[in-house]
């Protein structure tokens, strides 16, 4: 008989810390029969907060997590100053990730959080999506023979034989994709389609027992929130999506109902005891956990728990302009110089500006001149550790210049890879990443957040919410004195940037020309074409 485990927030309760312990768990490789998570957002406890046990633990044990600087000169007896850190060995983790859920129930949504996330953190994961297959050889069927095939909702009717077949055929064809893909070296394939039904569950089951050590696990996304489902097909057709291509949207909307009626005929939840599955309803408000084992498992299972769609802005700034900015010195725990403290006593009106009267939270850093910068601010506020600045270890308060002279090679190591050296006694980008993994954690479960911090911090949090590389992560350009403005969509991040006229040192260095590519441009659109087919 499997065991089950309810949490029911607020207040909490031994359920609750019975749940903690089976992540704890999850984490050690044990496994979890089923558990049922019900989260009342508008009232968490205080254990799965910000600044709470739990986070504060992840927070506390991150290694790489830096003391307060005290700016020593290094003595230039010291020879060689860091290396560099390899990418962690994921070879060994290879998932079939199959999607579940009727149309317009954020099943893209969720495998593209997902995926974002699981980047970030440098395993390889890629999204196999059968619609956009679907509308890929559809579109090269029409140029080489003219035949533009019909993709209203008869086509998604399960009493249509030859359309189901085809369909099935799409199905198929990317799980193979997705496969071949995970033993060239791939971690995370992402099935993206609607699997809603026991018997093509079952057949992506048997397909995957073939392979050896590549195991599978279904994310079911369940919405029973008609204004949701409402704004999800609203999107839909509005967005560009081909297959509504030239129709009105009142024609569109309709038909695209039909469509989901055609799938809710047949569909069949998952109630099979044997899979490995989680499932997401109402992104978040409840969570059930069946059969989820091992670490990778175990991370992609939390991080899915933390997600919500409520709208919401995140704001990052800078501290304001420091001494050691104005003296070109890194690292550091020096004051705001006079234009910084400037550039603090304007912040609150900006902010105030462009968040009116919706509830906002401050984040800052330990480190003084984030404190400073905030103090203004009539808001919440919570002080991070992992916040703090890159450690620049033996560099600590030194300028390019001294460093270029006192360790010349490695100077120019950081310079040739940048985000993975490590300043010795110090951190590299990588391991900034890993340590602020709690962050963005918290940053999914909240709504309004203002993060005053530091260059390098900025640039890892600004690449995780635009899905850009990590080879390109250190070179993104966070000036200061400006408030970056993120809105979470569907499909990526909308961006404003807000700029004070104070002005303030340009502490960015570029990327050395011999390296130099342009960076890839963010966007929030959704992709509706396969890029192999």
């Known amino acids: 008989m499997e065991d089950h485990i309810r949490m029911h927030f607020p207040p909490p309760t031994k359920d609750a810390t019975n749940a903690l312990g089976v992540i704890e768990d999850m984490t050690e490789g044990t496994s979890v029969p089923d558990i049922t998570a019900r989260i009342d957002r508008e009232n968490l406890p205080v254990i799965f907060g910000a600044g709470g046990p739990l986070l504060k633990q992840f927070d506390q044990s991150a290694a790489s997590s830096r003391k307060g600087s005290q700016a020593p000169t290094p003595p230039r007896s010291v020879v060689g100053i860091g290396n560099k850190v390899a990418k962690p060995d994921y070879s060994e983790a290879k998932i079939v990730l199959a999607m579940v859920g009727l149309p317009a129930r954020g099943k893209s949504y969720l495998s593209n959080k997902l995926t974002r996330y699981l980047k970030w953190l440098e395993y390889d994961v890629q999204v196999f999506n059968v619609g956009q297959l679907r509308r890929s050889r559809a579109r090269q069927k029409a ?44 971690n995370v394939g992402i099935h993206d389609a609607t699997n809603s039904t026991r018997r093509r569950r079952a057949s992506i089951e048997e397909r995957v027992k073939q392979e050896k050590g590549i195991q599978v696990i279904f994310l079911e996304s369940v919405c029973n929130d008609p204004a949701v489902i409402a704004a999800n097909i609203a999107l839909k057709v509005s967005s560009g999506d081909p297959d509504y291509k030239d129709l009105p949207k009142e024609v569109a909307e309709r038909d695209f109902i039909r469509r989901i009626k055609e799938y809710e005929a047949v569909y069949e939840t998952i109630t099979e005891p044997h899979l490995s599955y989680l499932r997401i309803t109402d992104v978040g408000n409840e969570v059930t956990l069946s059969r989820i084992n091992g670490y990778l498992q175990s991370r992609i299972a939390f991080y899915l728990m933390n997600l919500h769609v409520k709208p919401r802005n995140i704001f990052m700034s800078r501290h304001g302009e420091s001494q050691f900015n104005v003296e070109g010195k890194i690292g ?157 969509k569907a499909y990526g991040c909308d961006e404003e940037r807000y700029t004070l006229p104070i002005g303030a040192v340009d502490t960015h260095r570029p990327k050395p020309k011999a390296l130099q590519v342009p960076l890839p441009q963010a966007h929030s659109g959704r992709e509706y074409y396969a890029k192999d087919i």
């Open 143 to 186: 140029l080489q023979s003219g035949i533009r095939e019909d993709h209203t909702s008869d086509y998604f009717s399960h009493n249509n034989v030859e359309a189901t077949r085809a369909r099935e055929k799409l199905s198929e064809d990317s799980l193979e994709m997705l496969i071949n893909w995970l033993k060239k070296g791939g």
């Open 332 to 488: 550091g725990d020096a004051l705001l110089s006079p234009r910084g403290m400037e550039y603090a006593r304007a912040l609150p009106d900006l902010i105030r500006k462009h968040v009116g009267d919706a509830p906002l939270t401050v984040w800052t850093s330990t480190l003084q001149r984030t404190i400073q910068t905030a103090q203004d601010l009539p808001y919440p506020k919570l002080t991070w550790k992992s916040l703090d600045e890159l450690d620049a270890g033996v560099c600590d308060g030194m300028t390019y210049e001294e460093i270029e002279l006192a360790y010349p090679e490695d100077f120019a190591n950081r310079d040739e890879d940048k985000f993975n050296y490590r300043y010795r006694g110090g951190e590299s980008y990588r391991d900034v990443v890993v340590r602020l993994e709690p962050v963005i954690m918290e940053l999914e479960r909240q709504e309004n957040i203002l993060i005053v911090g530091h260059q390098a911090i900025l640039r890892c949090l600004y690449a995780y919410f635009h899905d850009l590389p990590q080879v390109d992560l250190p070179y993104i350009k966070i000036p200061l004195h400006t408030v970056i403005k993120l809105t979470p």
